[in-house]
């Protein structure tokens, strides 16, 4: 029999960490005995190698599920690759190598989909990570990110370890970044158009409201994180998200954020702004044939109810 997990849950206080909280003591997430921790960078920071092994000393867990990293809004990645890559190596190898010398039986990291590679055929399927170089425009990020699946191969290569990740799509939701300069797209949008009711003022959209993107509620990725954690088996990393039918193009997210808070101003894009890339369309087939009758929250319901979550708590959202 064995004995209950202790997870410990790196980047406890982000927009995921909040959301498998919730889960966790809400949703009856949590086993019997079970003790589940969520570590915020208050606490400690994870690029010092020394921080971290504090941190696995102290709770000393079975499991962990690494989230924590250094992120940041598509314009923020272009002017600091550098400092990306730097500063998500060091967090990444300290977490993984730590939680191995303390005898941590799986690990459950967090990729992104921007790790995908930018000349590709579409849907990207998990197969695909390595097949050429990721989008100029957030490359340290996403080589940092790419090389957590190199590191956990070879964990389990030496060492037979469970270490493995997941890549979600756009995640967004309640407790995100939602600063209209630095924050990921749907938050930064939501953020922008409650200031625009609030103001009388129209929306202006960052480049041309044509790229498309999967958007994952970030409660129901966490349900799926946990999954994850007790059920999936492989090394290889999961692709968590909506099919490809439910990509949307940024004009459409943008047509039900205003929806969602009632703005009925003008909406401009801004043409002369960068748009990233077009698509990054993924595969969640894999997931499928795991777990085929999980259902996501329909967007338009997961948008309301992060509007509504923003709104409510506008004193406390990270603005």
Same mark, same amino acid.
């Given at each position: 029999m064995a004995l209950p997990m202790r997870v410990l849950v790196t980047g406890g206080s982000g927009l995921v960490g909040k959301a498998i909280?919730?889960?966790?003591?809400?949703?009856?997430?949590?086993?019997?005995?079970?003790?589940?921790?969520? /570590?915020?960078?208050?606490?400690?920071?994870?690029?010092?190698?020394?921080?971290?092994?504090?941190?696995?000393?102290?709770?000393?867990?079975?499991?962990?599920?690494?989230?924590?990293?250094?992120?940041?809004?598509?314009?923020?990645?272009?002017?600091?690759?550098?400092?990306? /890559?730097?500063?998500?190596?060091k967090i990444n190898d300290n977490v993984l190598q730590t939680a191995h010398e303390s005898g941590v039986t799986k690990v459950v990291s967090c990729l992104s989909s921007c790790i995908f590679p930018d000349k590709t055929t579409y849907?990207?399927?998990?197969?695909?990570?390595?097949?050429?170089?990721?989008?100029?425009?957030?490359?340290?990020?996403?080589?940092?990110?790419?090389?957590?699946?190199?590191?956990?191969?070879?964990?389990?290569?030496?060492?037979?370890?469970?270490?493995?990740?997941?890549?979600?799509?756009?995640?967004?939701?309640?407790?995100?970044?939602?600063?209209?300069?630095?924050?990921?797209?749907?938050?930064? /949008?939501?953020?922008?158009?409650?200031?625009?009711?609030?103001?009388?003022?129209?929306?202006t959209v960052c480049g041309s409201g044509a790229p498309r993107r999967q958007f994952i509620y970030s409660l129901d990725l966490a349900r799926l994180i946990i999954w994850a954690l007790r059920r999936y088996e492989e090394v290889a990393p999961i692709i968590l998200s909506v099919g490809e039918k439910d990509e949307i193009s940024i004009k459409e997210a943008v047509d039900m954020i205003a929806k969602a808070l009632d703005f009925k101003g003008e909406i401009h894009f801004d043409t002369t702004m960068s748009d990233g890339q077009m698509k990054k369309t993924a595969s969640n087939g894999k997931l499928r044939r795991l777990l085929p009758d999980f259902s996501f929250t329909p967007l338009n319901e997961a948008i309301k109810m992060t509007c509504d979550w923003f709104e409510n708590n506008y004193n406390i959202a990270r603005t």
């Amino acid at each position: 029999m064995a004995l209950p997990m202790r997870v410990l849950v790196t980047g406890g206080s982000g927009l995921v960490g909040k959301a498998i909280e919730h889960v966790v003591q809400q949703e009856g997430g949590k086993l019997e005995g079970e003790e589940w921790i969520f /570590l915020s960078s208050k606490q400690a920071d994870l690029v010092d190698v020394e921080q971290t092994r504090a941190v696995f000393e102290k709770y000393r867990p079975t499991h962990v599920i690494h989230l924590a990293a250094k992120v940041g809004g598509l314009y923020l990645h272009m002017r600091e690759n550098l400092q990306f /890559l730097r500063d998500n190596i060091k967090i990444n190898d300290n977490v993984l190598q730590t939680a191995h010398e303390s005898g941590v039986t799986k690990v459950v990291s967090c990729l992104s989909s921007c790790i995908f590679p930018d000349k590709t055929t579409y849907p990207i399927d998990e197969t695909m990570i390595h097949n050429g170089s990721p989008h100029d425009s957030n490359f340290g990020y996403s080589h940092a990110k790419r090389m957590i699946d190199v590191q956990n191969r070879a964990y389990f290569q030496q060492y037979g370890r469970c270490y493995t990740a997941v890549i979600p799509t756009n995640v967004f939701g309640p407790h995100d970044n939602f600063n209209i300069e630095n924050g990921h797209v749907l938050s930064a /949008l939501i953020n922008k158009t409650y200031k625009a009711k609030k103001e009388g003022t129209p929306v202006t959209v960052c480049g041309s409201g044509a790229p498309r993107r999967q958007f994952i509620y970030s409660l129901d990725l966490a349900r799926l994180i946990i999954w994850a954690l007790r059920r999936y088996e492989e090394v290889a990393p999961i692709i968590l998200s909506v099919g490809e039918k439910d990509e949307i193009s940024i004009k459409e997210a943008v047509d039900m954020i205003a929806k969602a808070l009632d703005f009925k101003g003008e909406i401009h894009f801004d043409t002369t702004m960068s748009d990233g890339q077009m698509k990054k369309t993924a595969s969640n087939g894999k997931l499928r044939r795991l777990l085929p009758d999980f259902s996501f929250t329909p967007l338009n319901e997961a948008i309301k109810m992060t509007c509504d979550w923003f709104e409510n708590n506008y004193n406390i959202a990270r603005t």
